[in-house]
């Protein structure tokens, strides 16, 4: 069981490049979201997509732009990156979004 | 804003002796959760508590929840080493047409052998 997989897991960025960061889950659920984390902050959410074809801002969308591409992949990019958006971006899937929810490892972004 | 805040921020305890983290927060919920993050990892759903709930158990993991007082604990008896982690509270809105989860800051845990 996979669960949910995010690539890549490290990057380095340079201010003004763009990326995206990938998302998929096997377990079938509805909703997908995608969060940053910070030192000192929690988790905010940035993005989320409560059932396939739809998405939402979070708490903190500024500067982010995603994709649900699937049932099963849910994508979040940065345009032209800046180095407020260092930080560890989590996806998460969970089957209504009521439930538990099930965590990706992460993906460790800097941006120089 | 973050919804929930746990209190103590950091806590540090000998193995064996119990250890409690409480969290607050701000608006009615639906359910209230509580994730492990060990360091450098993604979040593991721990236990969840209903709003129509006072007291949940799983293995040494008790969860109390008052609705009144917007609170919660979390409880891990007979602590050891592994359990060293940070522990977030996490609620979900009630009334809003999708759900997400709102994280508060957490509390890291370390367990001395």
């Known amino acids: 069981n996979a669960g949910v997989t995010q690539t890549p897991k490290f990057q380095v960025l340079k201010t003004g490049q763009s990326m995206t960061l990938q998302c998929a889950q096997d377990?079938?659920?509805?909703?997908m979201y995608w969060y940053r984390q910070d030192p000192g902050m929690g988790l905010r959410l940035i993005y989320y997509?409560?059932?396939?074809?739809?998405?939402d801002k979070g708490e903190v969308p500024n500067g982010y732009n995603v994709s649900r591409l699937n049932k099963r992949e849910f994508s979040l990019r940065l345009e032209s990156a800046a180095p407020s958006q260092t930080s560890v971006y989590f996806c998460?899937?969970?089957?209504?979004?009521?439930?538990?929810?099930?965590f990706g490892s992460g993906t460790r972004l800097t941006v120089v | 804003s973050q919804q929930g805040e746990e209190d103590p921020q950091a806590l540090s305890i000998q193995e064996g002796e119990n250890a409690t983290m409480n969290c607050s927060y701000k608006?009615?919920?639906?359910?209230l959760q509580w994730y492990r993050q060990n360091s450098g990892r993604g979040l593991v759903h721990l236990i969840l508590?209903?709003?129509?709930?006072r007291e949940k158990h799983s293995g040494r993991l008790r969860v109390t929840l008052d609705t009144s007082k917007k609170s919660s604990s979390l409880l891990i008896t007979a602590s050891r080493a592994a359990d060293t982690a940070s522990y977030f509270c996490?609620?979900?809105?009630?009334?809003?047409?999708?759900?997400?989860?709102?994280f508060g800051k957490g509390t890291k845990l370390s367990v001395i052998p």
């Open positions: 998460a899937s969970s089957e209504t979004g009521l439930g538990g929810y099930t």
């Open positions: 377990m079938n659920h509805n909703s």
């Open positions: 997509s409560a059932s396939e074809g739809t998405t």
């Open positions: 608006t009615s919920i639906n359910n």
């Open positions: 508590i209903r709003s129509n709930e």
């Open positions: 996490a609620t979900v809105y009630s009334g809003a047409g999708s759900y997400q989860l709102t």
